[in-house]
């Protein structure tokens, strides 16, 4: 556990060394650095991480554009990505193993409901020495801030049980603190309804400092086969680089 505070502690002296590399650090100028090869990105909708020129990406998502569009109302002003692999992001069932040069995730690990299983899943696919990229929302920063930091027993839950015992209260929490809704009775008509029609939320949500120590429980309870290559907080987000392990 030590040796992973050390690591994460010299990750961010080494983002902030590059802060005097590029005049704005953010995800393009992470990307330039970290990306190469062949790889995925899940869930990208209208805002598809810009990739160094010879990169190569295959979209994921769980559903073609039509119907994401039926999802998701809000972006009707936008243009989004069409999926080419139509799959499950969480879980990944038609992508091998170690195939991938890299897989990126941005605003996507939070809306997982079994974030454990999900980080497993996205690194299964890595080959040996291949770069996981998340950007992960600080919650302070966003429509979020009022709810409370999803405890890492919360997590370990999810995925040993499954998270199924969580969705409601999940959704109850989005719909009073997200959405402030005060009506008993319209929380409740309004939970059944996002249930009901898939919505994704953030089920979970953390601060910086609570994703660095889930990173750190993570190794120390599941092992989880990953270093860390950079950690960077930019715009209300932290950018997250990590390297799969042999």
Not at 38 to 67: F, T
Request: aromatic share 8%; glycine share 6%.
């Amino acid at each position: 556990m030590g040796k992973l505070r050390h690591a994460i502690h010299n990750v961010v002296l080494d983002a902030r060394r590059l802060m005097h590399l590029f005049s704005r650090l953010d995800r393009e100028a992470v990307a330039a650095r970290y990306l190469k090869g062949v790889g995925l990105e899940i869930g990208a909708l209208h805002n598809p991480l810009k990739v160094p020129s010879g990169v190569k990406v295959r979209y994921v998502d769980r559903m073609p554009v039509a119907e994401l569009r039926r999802q998701y109302p809000e972006l009707a002003a936008y243009n989004l990505v069409e999926a080419d692999i139509v799959d499950d992001g969480e879980k990944l069932p038609t992508v091998g193993d170690g195939t991938q040069d890299f897989v990126i995730a941005n605003h996507f690990i939070e809306h997982c409901e079994n974030p454990i299983d999900t980080l497993m899943n996205l690194v299964r696919v890595l080959k040996p020495g291949g770069i996981l990229f998340m950007c992960v929302p600080d919650k302070r920063y966003t429509f979020d801030s009022e709810r409370p930091v999803t405890p890492f027993d919360h997590l370990v839950k999810d995925y040993s049980e499954g998270p199924a015992w969580s969705r409601v209260g999940h959704f109850q929490e989005w719909v009073r603190y997200v959405e402030h809704v005060t009506s008993e009775t319209d929380a409740e008509t309004r939970v059944r309804h996002l249930i009901d029609t898939k919505y994704s939320i953030h089920y979970h949500v953390w601060s910086e400092m609570d994703m660095m120590e889930m990173m750190v429980k993570l190794q120390e309870r599941f092992n989880l086969p990953v270093d860390p290559e950079l950690m960077l907080k930019s715009n209300g987000e932290v950018v997250w680089i990590l390297s799969k392990t042999a």
